[in-house]
């Protein structure tokens, strides 16, 4: 009961918070100073078309009022129409988030599987070769630019070896030989799903790479995080007991002191999934991800306020949700944090 | 566990690889990497990037090419009434993606209802007065006032004929626009829509009723594919994951002349880049003043470090190979000392003049004019502020107030359809409100000039370019703007592909007709 409770008051500040935040990106977003009527025509409109846009937009009516039609249409799941490129917010958003979704989904399960693993064998072998090369590729990682990171891994499977293609998130010939039926817009598991598995083997090709150029700052992340908790959680107490209790090593760091070491990590990987979904602008770029970094970098650049203001009611309720889902986890992992 | 993951990875690189072989046997595959998203697709409203999809599936009464106009929905037409009345002969047999025929009936609805839409390029129809149907294959318009209607036809915005049965059933203009944007076409083009993602690919497929008929080495699969960044198009078109593509780095461009699997295309592109003078604020309101900029402007220079001298400098305001461009008409030249002469005459002899020059964000051939200019200018003793400002915001500061606006305008024309008249109306026909004349010029002379020349387009080619002349000497006289260049329209095409031209009367299309695969 009491769990349900603090998800009800979580989500009902969700909503306070995202509501915040709509209102600051509305009145930003208006008083910068440009016309949405002249990118609403195109390029060479007559004087006449750009009268009949701001009729349209309601940009002749006082600001108040064109908030109070924005909310009302918000309220009812109505996100407007891009004033760039005439298409429904929504559904734009619908199908960026689901690429970029699906990108960071790869991205941070590629981190885990590889980040902890390091971070742990770096902390039980403190200060060895192995804790020495996993700090050099931890730091470079996150030092690392991550679009030059990609132009590279580019350059040696596709230009080199020739093995992953070079960008898309797949093949437009495969795609157009086995059509995808769209379910949930995450292509791997929609060809799955349908047994499609020609556009399967192709789409984890093409994801390969972004997917890899975007987990190399998590996994440092991760690596430098759990070495540094194990290494504290193997002094403890309770780690020589089991030791001595003779279970086997594996055991002991897997089960017993990882468990203890991974909330700050978890932590991380939480919030860089969060930020990764706005923040993996040149990854997408480099690969041609039409992901949601590429439409708010162009939404913004234009001034194109339905959907600058979409992706930040998106990017908050994301924040906000993956923030609720990882205080969650906490609480199963640690029994001493209470609701 | 690492082992086996490396174990499915191979597997994967193993099938994909047998993919990747299956498919190249088959259909002829042409990708178009390009450089930005699709707009809306209703032929009627839509402005914008959209028209490259547009041109291979709809088409026009009359094609444009530099060599003069071409028949293509309609065989044949002509002038009655001095230019007041036009009748176009169609061409028989033509079918629509739908199997009806295309009729006069078409011509009719399409032109239409893009005139009561009224939205995009719609303006271009404004002589129309009526559309008549005179029989199955023939379509009169009668104008309201003389003009070149055939080159209007021509338009790549706003002139498509559209299949009117089909799109009728539908129900209402905005049921059809609505209906359009979701990715269906009515056209009778080469090449009928398969599937439409504004935001990532467009792919069009030969529709094989085509009035043209079909040879072998066509292109089957004709797609478009939105590539935003510059430099992964540049590897797509060498490594053939893509066919063409335009909009790469000029810097680029001569070191790409050397690479084996690409040829480089270059063409007129009918586009200009133009300095907007401030006539109606110090100290530009001084004709001296304007004149002297214009030759203290280094014309040569800028191409060569600009253009990489992909262009050619401008001599006044209409671009090479356009009608109402004059091969001997005399612009003005680099020329300090002259300037000077001339700014010691308006009374700045000591210098002491400050501009603001405006241009738009993100264009880098912009920003190095204008930082060409500040060096420059320094010379006879301007000293010029740059500002880079998105478009919205650097047309907003032009059309407030002239006496508090910029002095220097830097942006680019491109006419909607390939009339001297667009650049010489839009920039410097005297305007009640102010809209792209964003020097402020006002001369009724000239208007007077221009709008008798227009009118006699159609008609007496030989006494419209004469009044045309007149009028454009009068602009490089009064010096309302600098005229820099033209730059070339540059493809860059994987050798794979043969038969690609480019067409400036249709900016950025490429015609997948044209092209052929061995």
Redesign the interface.
């Known amino acids: 009961m009491r769990f349900w409770e603090y998800v009800a008051y979580r989500l009902i500040l969700a909503v306070v918070v995202v509501f915040g935040v709509v209102t600051i990106v509305f009145v930003t977003s208006r008083i910068v ?4 009527a ?2 609403w ?10 009268k ?1 846009a701001r009729i349209e937009l309601h940009l002749n009516e006082p600001l108040w009022k064109q908030y109070a039609y924005y909310i009302g249409a918000l309220v009812k799941g109505d996100l407007g129409v891009s004033i ?4 429904s917010v929504a559904s ?1 958003l619908r ?2 988030f689901s690429a970029t979704f699906e990108l960071i989904v790869v991205a941070e399960a590629i981190a885990i599987l590889i980040g902890v693993p390091l971070g742990v064998v770096s902390a039980v072998r403190k200060d060895s070769w192995v804790d020495n090369l996993s700090r050099i590729l931890a730091v470079s990682g996150v030092s690392l630019p991550a679009f030059w990171f990609g ?1 590279i891994l ?1 350059l040696i499977f ?2 080199y070896l020739g ?2 293609p ?4 797949v ?4 795609l ?2 086995h059509p995808l039926k769209v379910l949930t817009g995450f292509y791997l598991l929609d060809s799955l799903l349908t047994g499609n598995f ?1 556009v399967f ?2 789409a ?2 093409h994801i ?1 790479l972004p997917a890899f150029t975007l987990s190399v700052y998590p996994i440092g992340l991760i690596t430098r995080q759990v070495r540094s908790m194990m290494v504290e959680v193997l002094q403890e107490n309770y780690v020589r007991t089991v030791r001595a209790y003779g279970l086997p090593e594996r055991q002991i760091y897997y089960k017993y002191a990882l468990k203890n070491a991974i909330t700050p990590a978890l932590i991380s990987v939480g919030l860089s999934f969060a930020y990764t979904l706005v923040g993996a602008f040149l990854v997408e ?4 991800w ?1 992901g949601l970094g ?2 708010a970098a162009n939404a913004i ?3 194109d306020y339905p959907a600058i203001s979409g992706v930040t009611i998106v990017v908050a309720t994301t924040y906000v949700f993956v923030n609720l889902v990882v205080d969650l986890i906490q609480v199963h992992l640690d029994p001493r944090i209470v609701l | 566990m690492k082992g086996s993951v490396r174990f499915l ?1 191979v597997g ?2 193993i ?3 047998f ?1 990747g072989v299956a ?1 190249a046997g ?1 259909p002829n ?1 042409a ?1 178009y990497a390009y450089n930005s ?4 697709l209703d032929p009627s409203t839509e ?2 990037n959209s028209v490259v999809v547009l041109a291979n599936l709809y088409e026009c009464l009359v094609k444009y090419t530099p060599s003069g106009l071409k028949p293509w929905l309609a065989v044949s037409w002509e002038a009655l009434n001095g230019g007041k009345e036009w009748v176009f002969h169609l061409r028989r047999g033509v079918k629509f993606h739908s199997g009806n025929e295309m009729t006069a009936k078409d011509v009719k609805w399409s032109v239409e209802r893009t005139i009561k839409m ?4 719609a ?1 271009i129809w404004d002589p129309v007065k009526k559309v008549e149907v005179v029989d199955r294959y023939t379509v009169k318009f009668v104008l309201k006032y003389a003009a070149n209607l055939p080159l209007i036809a021509s338009a790549g915005y706003g002139a498509y004929i559209m299949d009117s049965k089909t799109l009728s059933e539908i129900g209402d203009n905005k049921a059809i626009a609505k209906y359009l ?1 979701k990715g269906h076409e009515a056209g009778s083009g080469p090449y009928t829509l ?2 439409y993602n ?4 467009i ?1 069009m497929k030969k529709f094989n009723d085509y009035w043209g008929g079909w040879k072998k080495g066509q292109i089957d ?1 004709a ?1 478009v ?5 510059a ?2 198009r540049e ?2 078109v060498i ?1 053939g ?1 893509a066919q063409i593509t335009r909009d790469l780095p000029i810097d680029d461009i001569p070191k790409l002349e050397d690479n084996k699997k690409v040829t480089i295309k270059r063409s007129l592109s009918y586009q200009e880049l133009y300095g907007m003078l401030n006539t109606q604020k110090k100290p530009l309101n001084n004709k001296l003043v304007r004149k002297a900029l214009s030759y203290a402007t280094p014309y040569e220079k800028i191409l060569k470090y600009i253009l990489h001298d992909y262009g050619v400098v401008a001599n006044g305001p209409i671009p090479k190979g356009m009608f109402g461009y004059f091969q001997d008409m005399k612009g003005y030249s680099y020329d300090i000392s002259k300037a000077k002469q001339l700014l010691s005459k308006a009374g700045y002899a000591k210098g002491g003049i400050k501009l603001l020059l405006t241009y738009m964000q ?1 264009d880098s051939s912009e920003k190095k004019v204008a930082e060409i200019l500040k060096a420059e200018w320094k010379k006879i003793g301007v000293d010029l502020e740059i500002k880079a400002m ?4 650097q ?3 032009a059309k407030s107030d002239p006496s508090k606006a910029q002095d220097v305008l830097v942006f680019y024309w491109w006419p ?1 359809y390939a009339t001297p008249y667009d650049f010489l109306f ?1 920039m410097f026909h005297s ?1 009640k ?1 102010i ?2 004349n964003l020097c402020y010029y006002r001369n009724p002379n000239f208007d007077k000039l221009i709008d008798e020349a227009v009118a006699l387009e159609g008609t007496d080619v030989k006494k419209s370019s004469a009044l045309y002349r007149k009028a454009e000497e009068i602009l490089l006289d009064d010096a309302p703007a600098i005229f820099f260049y033209s730059p070339d329209a540059i493809y860059v095409v994987n050798r794979g592909v043969k038969g690609f031209k480019a067409n400036p009367g249709y900016t950025q299309v490429v015609f997948f007709y044209q092209l052929f695969k061995r």
């Open positions: 100073p440009s016309d949405p002249a990118l025509v195109g390029s060479h409109p007559t004087v006449e078309a750009i009949k760039r490129t005439h298409n734009d199908t960026a132009i580019q596709f230009r093995i992953l070079l960008s898309d998130r093949g437009t010939i495969v157009l030989q020609a083997w192709d984890l090709k390969i770029l480099v690969f041609n039409p590429r439409y650049l234009s001034m | 990875l994967v690189f099938l994909g690889m993919w498919v088959n595959v990708i998203e699709m707009i809306t402005f914008s009224g939205g995009g390029a303006f944007n398969v599937k504004p935001k990532t690919e792919i699969i797609v594919k939105v590539v935003p960044d430099s992964l590897q797509m490594s994951q993100g998105n478009w919205e915001q047309w907003a500061l909607t839009n305007e409100t809209n792209f």
